[in-house]
DNA sequence: TTATAGTTTGACTGACCGGTCAACTGAGGC
DNA sequence: GCCTCAGTTGACCGGTCAGTCAAACTATAA
């Protein structure tokens, strides 16, 4: 009985495009139903408002992003310390693609919402810390594996665990203010490799206090 | 002849407040103008348009910004890497302040703002470009002293300084969708301590290749 | 064939957007 | 006393915003 139809899917996938390319703010439901070639009243038949939709799209968009970190960084064979920075290098593919059909770098589609509405919204914030704190937890994984393999030597593995997240995401805003997505692979190796265990020159490289 | 007035500072003055507090696109130019107590003609009167006006506003800001680290950070008698922590409390204090008057952390203004607009408007992002990179050569000066000190054992001091600017804007980013500041000090000194050059304990603490 | 649920359509609402403008005000210089 | 001019005012512009709705259409099950 009734129709069956794929606006609903279109209508998503047009909010991660011109979201992730854009804002919250600038993109209109009408352009958004003109990309998703859907007229305005069949918007609102699947969608209560705007702000359903694009969190809604959110979830979908993490949900992809979880199943990608999966298949392509933890279920691979390389170490722990490595396959974080497989990590930057997917995040690195990612915005080179969208720089060359775009000419742009869009950054993080979550750290983007996450500024651009958590003080706004309190609903949004929720979803965007959700998903931060989720992220964080698979880091932490890493991070763990990576201490019992020796590879680095970390005292608080939580904590490190949220700055690397903290510091990915800062990472993304600077490679989107560059507009340029070497950023990413640059600063992410940095990052990882400042972490790791150093074969120790001297018996103390220098004193710690002060 | 003629008059003068502090219009013009009230209207910059109330950008630099609600833009921080909100957005680019959600603050409009009415709300603007009733909140620095001016009518909208006398806004066009001094600026041409609202784009211009918060691009003023962030000049006027990161000036402020930098009179700030210069006289709390910079001049202060600390350890090079003891005053990097320093920059972590300054944006701790901030963020508390802005959290106890309006029950929110808003972030960082340069972030929000270049996260917000550089896709769209390339003036933008070339101003936000330039006042991380302003930023970058700061950290880097810190870094270089740290260096001499013996304080850091670190290969690349330039991608470093950039790394860390790239954390500390990530750091805000998650203390403001967490809502809470303290995440700033906490991720701050794991992300400082984490570089410090650790009392080497045994002669390799494990191999960091493959 | 008909009943019906699911979907589509486009005209519509009222509020608000950034920006314009001509008339006006008021203080300092002459 | 008047001229000049920076600053002020509020009405107004066309356009866009998110959201509404009644009517029409369409595919399926009975």
Redo the contacts with the bound molecule.
Sequence with gaps: ????????EKLLSSTLELMHARS?????????CEHA?????????????????VLEAMEQQWNQTKRLIQDQVLSSKLSPMKRLERCFEIFYEAQCASKAKTGRVHGCPFGNLAIELSTQDEGFRKKMDGIFREFSDVIEGLLREAQTAGEIAVTNVGATAQALVASMEGIMLLAKTRNDPAVIKELGQVLVRNMAVKPSRGRNGGKAKN
């Design positions: 009985m009734g129709q069956v139809t794929d606006t609903r919250y703010g600038d993109v209109g439901v009408q352009e958004l070639g859907v007229k305005k009243g069949s918007f609102y038949h699947f969608f209560p408002s705007k702000r359903d939709l």
